[in-house]
């Protein structure tokens, strides 16, 4: 019988997922609520069911995403990346109602959700980590005590992380005594307000580190494999920007341990389906465990274009009960990938959302080496209640110069007018020398405030595309009698 899928999430993500579906011959069902009426998402499925008028709430709504895919037959949900993906009582629900959950199990979602319980499992498997403490007492006084306890002995700077945490959410730095307090309060705070759980816990901060993670996959009947690195170094606040695949670090003995550690720490969680081991290195090529996110991430593009493996789709048959199709030996990594990711967003303005502007101009690259993974369209109006995230742009190359190249090119073919994007800073980031030789760590952006020094994008090229849309929509010919 031919399986019906519900995609629960919106945008880039839920295109993406829609497509895995529909290559594997079953049905995509798409959800949306009143502002994303005109979204792509809900053009490709198949079936489109509205589910509310939102914004967010419905989206997140598991009872009514329930109610939804018994009342369509629904045999699988995936969640995509987000809160569903990594919410245990979403996974539990689809189990507890016949619904297969394409992703972990509620158990394991909700031991590695929970940041200190995750360090506890790594801590027996003898995985290595950054030295941390349990939650903090909820008692202000007790809590504060304990952290300067903590930050004294292990000596500053520390990191206050929200339990719960994810997506830089709850993360505060502290560097002396006089701002635990405060720093303390904030953290809690945003960790209430993003995960309704104010349980927070401190790490020793690693200066300056690399962020490398392993992308691993493991089926129901015990067999887990690595996809290799990436490096997701390049963010702000604790958000990732630029992701790439594999690590340039280059001792290839350290980046496999790391690989084999991934696997380890899977396998003592006893994990299923598709996940990601998450690293801190320092200077000295040291390297941390920092968590394992238990959903597909943003970031899966670069590992799929320098494996050929589609992760998504081995997602979905590993959830129907499918074993692994290849094993270790199988995996072969080829080239470098870079995935960027085109927001509607003013760098110069902090990165202020540009939510509400119509997408006037819509030009985008193409040839070998480049995927778009994204839903805005010419016309497309931008909804202000959603993440500003338009599209994924990701290139491949099979060195690291010629993904380089490669990836200069689309940023100066890419046109979009209407909102300010990311394009321009993306463009002085890729002609940076730091970048450009592919040794550069957390502190980067910190480090090249100049990237934001550029002006508004007023080419000719881009004015040329404007006034040819202007033009067609307003149905002008100029060859006309």
């Not at 670090?249 to 696997?263: G, P, R, S």
Request: glycine share 6%.
């Amino acid at each position: 019988m031919k399986k019906k899928i519900l995609v629960a999430n919106r945008g880039e993500i839920a295109c993406r997922i829609i497509r895995a579906i529909q290559e594997l011959g079953y049905t995509a069902v798409a959800i949306y609520e009143t502002p994303d009426n005109a979204a792509l998402h809900i053009s490709v499925a198949d079936e489109a069911v509205w589910i509310g008028d939102g914004p967010r709430c419905d989206y997140l709504n598991i009872d009514k995403i329930i109610k939804v895919a018994k009342n369509h037959n629904i045999d699988g949900i995936h969640p995509g990346y987000g809160f569903l993906a990594e919410n245990p009582h979403f996974s539990q629900a689809c189990a507890d109602n016949g619904i297969t959950f394409i992703g972990p199990t509620a158990e394991v979602i909700s031991q590695l959700g929970d940041k200190v319980t995750a360090r506890r499992i790594m801590a027996e498997a003898k995985i290595p980590m950054v030295p941390g403490t349990d939650n903090l007492p909820a008692d202000e006084t007790e809590a504060v005590k304990m952290a300067l306890e903590f930050a004294n002995r292990v000596k500053y700077p520390i990191m206050l992380k929200a339990t719960a945490g994810g997506g830089g959410r709850g993360i505060r730095q502290v560097d002396n005594d006089a701002q635990m307090k405060e720093q303390l309060q904030i953290a809690r705070a945003e960790a209430k307000a993003a995960f309704s759980n104010d349980n927070v816990y401190m790490e020793k901060v690693v200066v300056k580190p690399k962020h490398v993670e392993v992308q691993i996959i493991a089926d129901q009947f015990g067999s887990t494999v690595h996809l290799g690195t990436r490096d997701c170094s390049i963010q702000r606040r604790n958000q990732k920007l630029v992701e790439i695949a594999p690590s340039l670090i280059k001792d290839q003995k350290l980046l496999d341990e790391i690989c084999e550690t991934a696997v380890r720490a899977a396998k003592a969680a006893n994990y299923t389906n598709a996940g990601t081991v998450e690293f801190l290195i320092d200077k000295d090529m040291n390297y941390y465990f920092m968590e394992i996110n238990t959903r597909i991430q943003v970031e899966h593009t670069v590992t799929e274009m320098v494996t050929g493996i589609d992760i998504v789709r081995t997602q979905i048959k590993l959830a129907f009960g499918k074993p692994l199709s290849f094993k270790q030996s199988d995996v072969r990594i080829r080239g470098h990938a870079i995935e960027m990711r085109i927001n509607a967003e003013d760098p110069q303005n902090n990165f202020m959302p540009e939510g509400g502007k119509t997408v006037t101009t819509y030009r985008s690259p193409g040839g070998y080496g480049v995927r778009l993974d994204g839903f805005v369209y010419q016309g497309f109006t931008i909804p202000q209640v959603y993440d500003s995230l338009l599209v994924k742009m990701t290139v491949f190359g099979y060195s690291w110069n010629e993904t380089v190249d490669r990836l200069r090119r689309c940023l100066t073919n890419y046109v979009i007018t209407g909102p300010k994007t990311t394009i321009p800073f993306y463009l002085q980031l890729v002609n940076e020398p730091q970048f450009q030789s592919g040794d550069f760590d957390t502190s980067y952006l910190e480090n090249h405030p100049e990237l934001l020094e550029y002006k508004d994008d007023d080419s000719e090229v881009n004015k040329l595309a404007a006034l040819i849309a202007e033009i067609h929509h307003k149905g002008f010919n100029p060859y006309a009698a």
